[in-house]
């Protein structure tokens, strides 16, 4: 009866922490499997082999010898800083990158799409999400717009959506790119 008693308080106490944790939020990544991603910035609840280092260094990532990186542009510029001094070396990146922004910011420019390729020479994909890494929407895979989150508010990206069926075969509501610019304006 003890036993039992231990248990269910353990477990008690177990869903009460629970409750008081910040909930995290889901990685939502383009290749599948997913290859050992480092997670720069924000803690996300991915796929198997994804590491989130919030707080990153150099020697965290030439310990993990990440195969994708997702990230801020922040961390992401920061990282690119570090490879291009010679500082950091990343033999194994091969699969594209997942750049996030901020709804206020979105859609990242040109520009930036175009410092990432010189920098890793990898395709990039943007998702947009809150402060506390909610997915809000993420860039459709045939590069048509961003695809609303399952379980985003539309109201925080109040936006137009496409009506037809998005090549790419995702039946998630499709948002133009250019109402998202306008929007962040």
Not at 93 to 111: K, T
């Amino acid at each position: 009866m003890e036993q039992a008693f231990e248990s269910l308080r353990r477990a008690l106490s177990a869903a009460q922490r629970r409750r008081h944790e910040r909930p995290r939020h889901s990685l939502h990544y383009p290749v599948c499997p997913s290859p050992r991603l480092a997670v720069l910035g924000v803690e996300l609840h991915g796929p198997a082999g994804t590491h989130c280092l919030v707080e990153w260094s150099p020697e965290d990532l030439r310990r993990l010898r990440p195969q994708a990186l997702a990230g801020w542009w922040n961390d992401l510029s920061e990282v690119a800083r570090r490879v291009l001094l010679g500082e950091l070396e990343l033999p194994v990146l091969q699969f594209p990158l997942m750049v996030f922004s901020r709804p206020e910011s979105a859609p990242l420019p040109s520009r930036c799409h175009d410092l990432l390729w010189q920098w890793f020479r990898l395709p990039t994909f943007e998702q947009i999400r809150g402060a506390d890494g909610e997915l809000l929407a993420y860039e459709c895979a045939a590069r048509c717009g961003f695809h609303q989150a399952p379980s985003a508010d539309i109201a925080r990206l109040p936006l137009g959506q496409y009506a037809f069926r998005c090549p790419c075969g995702d039946p998630s509501p499709l948002l133009r790119a250019g109402e998202l610019r306008a929007a962040a304006s």
